[in-house]
């Protein structure tokens, strides 16, 4: 365990290096001068002194191996320059905002799990019937809305039509617990209501492949009890592929919280983005990439450690 | 059956033509009347919907419509773009990464890994910040975003398919590898690459809209429904209807596409569909207290099973009055081809049938250690979890799986014996690990703490007979439990199973259900031979063996080279075979349903169903209107 | 020994172990110094149980799959020597049947279509010529001419695999590899594929590799039988004479194991469990199961030695199992 537990963390720290190189040289594979290209745009170029100006400020004038060098050092120290636009130090933005970010996913995670693994199961198990049919079809259509639209219609209904919640916006906790619950609530639905959509139907789908197995007919022939067939032979089995999913489906909840916050004002690491990448603050962007990256890849080694933990066949691989 | 290539599936139909009907009003409304979605009309800003403009007028006091039909052009086309070129590149990589291996998988599966590894918004908005937004850079992106999954389906579908053996058979005959990938790989693994199309097309409108909503994707004053909802935000609050028509049109798009997607599934993989096997259900409630004769632990009496095949298909039946009777320390073999219904017979027993199945006349009945006998087919479910295990066992045939692989042994034995009984769990690690020696599993003791895939075939059945064993259950059946081993081990696990009776405190009926003759003889006390739904004959086992009443047990017995071994194929010897193949159940002929492989077969055989027709000496019974059981008089006036 | 079709000799494969972290990789030996000779006409059965190497030993005669060393010389030609496209055109003559009738048949090809790229690959029965031979085929697999517009899943297990057999055929093979081809097979339709493989050995001339696990099968279709075990030759004879008068101990065991209609004599035991292929015992592999192994068994690899008449056996016990002598 522990020595499949190390592999998979060496091969997540390549990972994160090969992420690393790639964010670094995608602004060399572009032909051309990277200031230029960053200041240019529809077709006007920016003057001679503005270039050089800023190809100094990101050091592009140094040796590219050292540059690269320079880089992933710094990363490391989470350190990773400073905004062109008001030469505020990134690393420290992405402290302040990051954790945000992570307690609306959180939030929106446990929401999604604890009403999606229940309702999934519950429908894989009676295929067919009449909460199946209703669940998949509601499914079907949450699958269908992208969470900015979602967002969008929420704030419409709860916030300016019925006025139970506030439009958005950002209190600490440490302000106003009350007011920051209240406005924690719409986008935390919102992530979660997407994360719902996958976590249901990979649970049904999961939990309908695991019921016709050989080991649940044996279960069922032992004589244990409904229950615990369940529990043990059926869910127990189906939550591995869910969790993978899950893990999986992390990079595209990360990028729809992009759209999320920035509907609901929520000051975490995509306005901050959004922003950046409006104005082409090219220091920025690549941190939040970064780090955003590296918590994706973070995030499914934890997923294969608990997939393993969950099947001892796993280990082998 | 006839071919159904050319037709769309009835599951089809329906997404097909909302598909269709959508993208046809995108495309074909703007050609037959004239929108300009341009068009500024400051003073009618945000107007309601009236005859010119049906969907009313935006902030600016453009027309709604044109905006929302030119903006799903706009979505459409560079979902549709994009992902055709993220199917081409990613096919084309997955398919000679699989196909050609070596560096080609190597560089293939690890640039698509990486692409894999970012959050597609986020590369996305790298892209952007370096290049600027625009439509352009727009399906780039979505390209790039979207080949990985390509290649990794057609990856992983390839090397599924490639070593099916007719891909192996085509490079057997000497045919190129062009054309084999070309004419055999690729039409096998379109379907889920079809699949992944339209899902990527849902994505590219997710993302592409995504991006414009925040003004990064499509540009103005080109329109896109993105765009169009971030405009009427600002309006939420006079005009709602202005979010409501470009939410609703995106949802469509997006809705209508995985509709699509999920029939298509459906359609190509019936597998994940309802029919699907089913142990969990719960059996319906009811039935009577069954009888059971003087010396039987349990009986099938007149049992036929039936198939519900749905509304449009008559239900057949694929068991057909069955009787059959296990006495009390008797080993009975239950013998048929695939097909024959043997399993489903045992199944019946165990209450264990597969959903869609049902037991439609006769009675099944087993007896308790203690207590009335009872029917585990209808018995309410908490009553028959008290029989299952404790009463009457069951081991299957395919050892590898019969146990859950994410459970240690001991765990799955001690919840077994922990369901019948109040026992601690020291006291049933005990039992656990001395039934398991007594089975022959050698270091009895840390093979309680292993996995199941950490022992062999043959371990894995012989902790399957610990296990059923445990509860010391009366009646024991075993459903081809030594077909999917080697033989060598088949015969150790048939000495187990032989000896069991005598080892076995309270005595054991064991209820062997095979395909082979052969293995049966030293075994049984009782054969019953099976076939297409009936039994066709019964009797002692060395009787039946020796001297077989029906011909098709004749011709069974014919058939098998070990009964024949003083015939040599070099000699120019053929084994006696029956000519044709059983039929489907619901086309078996009139009368014996065995006439047309008989040799035997008279006219009279097509009007007479005959019956199981028993001995006086009341032992053997067989199915046949020429067997020595059966009355003169039937063939004789049907001769007149 | 009559003249050679085909001949192998000192056959070696091994497979990479699947991966077990970054870097560390390992190699299981399926087969090891096989040798084999199979004459114009004759069908040599291959036994083994799970584990034996015989599929791969099939493979890698066709040269489906590359071997490690060794060299398999078809009609006196090696083909190791051969370009993939003087393979390809070699195929010809040696063809292969399956194991499983459904896998066996692209499901998206109707038997027409299947039957026709054999002739196409190597521009036979071309232009008018070919529906007769198709129908030709059908017939001689004891199908009708009608069924050719079919698809797959029209047929029943048995007739699939007709059409796997007359696929082979259509190519006018000289040698042909049944892989198990009648394994999946219930018996009733087994022993009608016996029969048709046996008259087309009879009709056509065609030499045959016929592997299976099941001795009986084997016994009655083959001349000559060679049993492995764990990738290695254990013994080589006439079918009938290795059948009744094992003279290696394993190939006694598999025959003592045998479900039989008849009452046998006593079984011959097998201890303990195959070992794992990627630490087989020194010496005989197969000394660790044996009933009759003795010390010397475990110093040297026994050869496969002659014992009489055309037959052979890896195992240094002379004194046993007499009845072989």
């Known amino acids: 365990m522990l020595r499949f537990a190390l592999n998979r963390a060496l091969s997540a720290g390549l990972m994160l290096l090969v992420v690393g190189t790639v964010v670094f040289s995608i602004l060399f594979l572009v032909p051309g001068d990277p200031a230029e290209l960053l200041l240019s745009s529809d077709g006007i170029t920016a003057s001679p002194d503005a270039i050089a100006s800023l190809r100094e400020e990101m050091g592009l004038n140094k040796p590219l191996l050292a540059q690269y060098g320079e880089f992933l050092v710094n990363a490391l120290r989470f350190d990773f320059g400073v905004s062109l636009i008001d030469k505020a130090s990134v690393g420290d933005t992405i402290a302040t905002r990051l954790p945000r970010t992570i307690e609306l996913i959180l939030a929106g995670l446990v929401l999604a799990a604890l009403t999606g693994i229940p309702a999934g199961t519950y429908a894989g198990l009676r295929p067919g019937r009449r909460f199946d049919r209703i669940a998949s079809a509601v499914n079907a259509v949450l699958i269908s809305l992208p969470g900015f639209v979602i967002g969008t219609l929420f704030i419409y209904i709860f916030a300016q039509f019925l006025r139970w919640l506030p439009a958005g916006g950002y209190t600490s906790f440490f302000t106003d617990p009350w007011l920051h619950i209240k406005q924690l609530t719409l986008p935390a639905i919102t992530v979660g209501l997407h994360l719902f959509s996958i976590i249901f139907r990979m649970t049904r789908a999961s939990v309908l492949e695991m019921r016709g197995n050989d080991w649940v007919r044996t279960a069922v022939a032992k004589g244990l009890s409904r229950k615990l067939v369940v529990r043990r032979h059926v869910l127990r089995n189906a939550l591995g592929p869910v969790i993978t999913v899950v893990g999986l489906q992390m990079g595209i909840l990360l990028g729809s919280t992009v759209l999320i916050e920035f509907i609901y004002n929520w000051p975490g690491l995509s306005g901050y983005l959004v922003t950046a990448v409006q104005q082409r603050d090219y220091p920025s962007v690549r941190g939040v990439i970064l780090v955003v990256s590296a918590l994706f890849i973070l995030i499914n080694l934890m997923v294969e450690l608990l997939y393993s933990m969950l099947d001892p066949r796993i280990r082998l691989e | ?640 | ?325």
């Open chain 2, 1 to 640: 059956m006839k071919s159904k290539r050319f037709s769309i599936p009835g599951r089809m139909v329906l997404p097909t033509v909302l598909l269709t009907l959508f993208v046809g009003t995108m495309f074909i409304a703007p050609l037959i009347f004239t929108f300009d979605a341009t068009k500024i009309a400051v003073s009618e800003r945000l107007a309601g919907p009236s005859w010119a403009h049906p969907l009313g007028q935006d902030g600016f006091g453009r027309d709604r419509l044109a905006r929302v039909l030119y903006g799903g052009q706009v979505s459409l086309t560079v979902a549709f773009v994009a992902s055709l070129i993220a199917l081409a590149i990613g096919t084309f990589v997955g398919l000679i990464g699989a196909y050609f291996r070596g560096p080609f998988e190597f560089i293939a599966m690890r640039v698509s890994d990486v692409v894999l590894y970012f959050p597609p918004i986020l590369l996305a908005l790298l892209v952007v910040t370096i290049f600027g937004p625009g439509v352009t850079t727009l399906v780039a992106v979505l390209a790039l975003l979207f080949f990985p999954s390509f290649s990794r389906i057609a990856y992983s579908e390839t090397m599924r398919v490639s070593v099916l053996d007719f891909v192996e058979a085509s490079r057997a005959l000497g045919t190129a590898p062009s054309r084999i990938v070309a004419r055999t790989v690729l039409p096998n693994i379109m379907g889920p690459i079809l699949v992944q199309f339209s899902l990527t097309a849902a994505a590219c409108i997710t993302v592409e809209s995504g991006l414009s909503f925040l003004g990064l994707g499509v540009v103005p004053p080109a329109p896109s429904w993105g765009q169009m909802i971030r405009s009427a935000r600002t309006y939420m609050e006079q005009d709602p209807f202005g979010i409501f028509v470009p939410c609703a049109a995106l949802f469509l798009a997006i809705y209508a596409i995985n509709l699509f997607v999920d029939r298509l599934r459906d359609v190509l993989d019936p597998k994940g569909q309802l029919e699907g096997k089913d142990a969990v259900s719960a059996t319906k409630d009811g039935a009577g207290t069954p009888e059971l004769g003087e010396g039987n632990v349990a009986e099938l009496r007149a049992l036929t099973l039936t198939l519900d095949r749905g509304a449009d298909l008559p239900p057949v039946d694929l068991v057909k009055d069955v009787s059959m009777a296990l006495r009390a320390n008797q080993n009975t073999a239950l013998v048929g081809e695939s097909g024959s219904g043997k399993s489903l017979t045992a199944l019946a027993l165990m209450g264990l049938l597969p959903s869609g199945i049902q037991p439609t006349s006769g009675q099944i009945a087993v007896g308790r250690k203690a207590g009335t006998p009872v029917d585990l087919a209808s018995l309410a479910p908490h009553a028959a979890e008290q029989v299952r295990g404790n009463d009457i066992a069951m081991i299957f045939q395919e050892p590898m799986t019969s146990l859950n692989p994410v459970l240690r042994i001991g765990f799955q034995m001690t919840e077994a014996l922990q369901a019948h009984s109040d026992i601690d769990r020291a006291e049933a690690r005990e039992k656990s690990i001395a039934a398991l020696q007594s089975v022959g599993i050698p270091e009895a003791a840390s093979r309680f703490d292993a996995y199941p895939h950490e022992l062999s075939g043959g371990m894995r059945q012989r902790v399957m007979i610990a296990m059923a064993l445990l509860a010391e259950p009366k009646v024991l059946i075993a459903d081809e439990p030594t077909t999917a081993l080697d033989v060598t081990i088949q015969a150790e696990i048939m000495d187990l199973l032989r000896d069991l009776r005598s080892s076995h405190g309270s005595g054991l009926s064991m209820l062997f259900i095979s395909h082979n003759l052969g293995i049966v003889a030293d075994i049984a006390d009782w054969v019953v031979v099976m076939y297409s739904g009936e039994v066709v004959e019964e009797g002692p086992t060395d009787q039946i063996l020796r001297d077989p009443h029906h011909p098709y047990t004749r011709a069974l017995l014919e058939s098998m080279p070990s009964a024949h071994e003083d015939l040599h194929s070099a000699k120019g010897d053929r084994l006696d075979t029956i000519k044709g193949t059983p039929p489907l159940p619901h086309l078996r002929p009139s009368g014996c349903s065995s006439r047309d492989r008989c040799p035997m077969a008279q006219p009279v055989c097509a009007t007479i169903h005959p019956d199981l027709y028993r001995a006086t000496s009341g032992t053997r019974a067989a199915r046949c209107l020429f067997a020595p059981e059966a009355p003169e008089h039937l063939i004789q006036k049907e001769a007149v």
């Open chain 3, 1 to 325: 020994m009559p003249e050679k079709l085909v001949e192998v000799v000192n056959l070696s494969k091994s497979y990479q172990s699947a991966k077990k972290g970054l870097f560390r990789k390992s190699r299981i030996p399926v087969l090891r110094n096989v040798d084999l000779q199979i004459a114009p006409g004759e069908i040599l059965g291959l036994v083994g149980e799970s584990g034996s190497g015989k599929s791969t030993l099939g493979k890698a005669v066709l040269k489906l799959i590359d071997a490690d060393e060794g060299d398999i010389v078809f009609d006196g030609q090696n083909l190791g020597g051969l370009t993939t496209s003087q393979l390809r055109a070699r195929r010809k003559d040696m063809q292969i049947i399956f194991q499983d009738p459904y896998a066996s048949l692209d499901p998206r090809k109707t038997v027409r279509a299947a039957l026709s790229e054999a002739l196409e690959t190597h521009g036979l029965y071309t232009g008018d010529a070919q529906e007769p031979r198709l129908e030709a085929l059908m017939k001689m697999v004891g199908l009708s001419a009608e069924f050719l517009g079919r698809l797959p899943h029209e047929f029943s297990g048995g007739q699939r695999q007709r059409i796997g057999i007359a696929r082979a055929l259509a190519v006018e093979p000289r040698f042909i590899v049944a892989d198990e081809a009648v394994s999946a097979l219930d018996v009733s339709i087994q022993a009608q594929v016996l029969n048709l493989l046996a008259d087309l050995r009879r009709d056509t001339g065609v030499a045959m590799l016929f592997i299976s696990h099941d001795l009986s099968v084997v016994r009655f279709i083959s001349d000559r039988v060679m049993v492995l075990y764990l990738g290695r030759v254990m013994e080589v004879g006439p079918a009938n004479d290795v059948h009744f008068a094992p003279a290696h101990p394993y190939t006694a065991a598999l025959v003592s194991a045998e479900p039989s209609l008849k009452p046998k004599g006593e079984r011959i035991g097998l201890k303990g469990e195959i070992p794992s292929p990627m630490n087989p015992p020194s010496g005989c592999v197969f000394r660790s199961r044996c009933p009759f192994a003795i010390g010397a068994c475990d110093e040297k690899i026994p050869e496969l030695r002659l014992i009489g008449q055309g037959r052979y056996k890896a195992c240094i016990r002379d004194d046993i199992l007499k009845g072989a002598e």
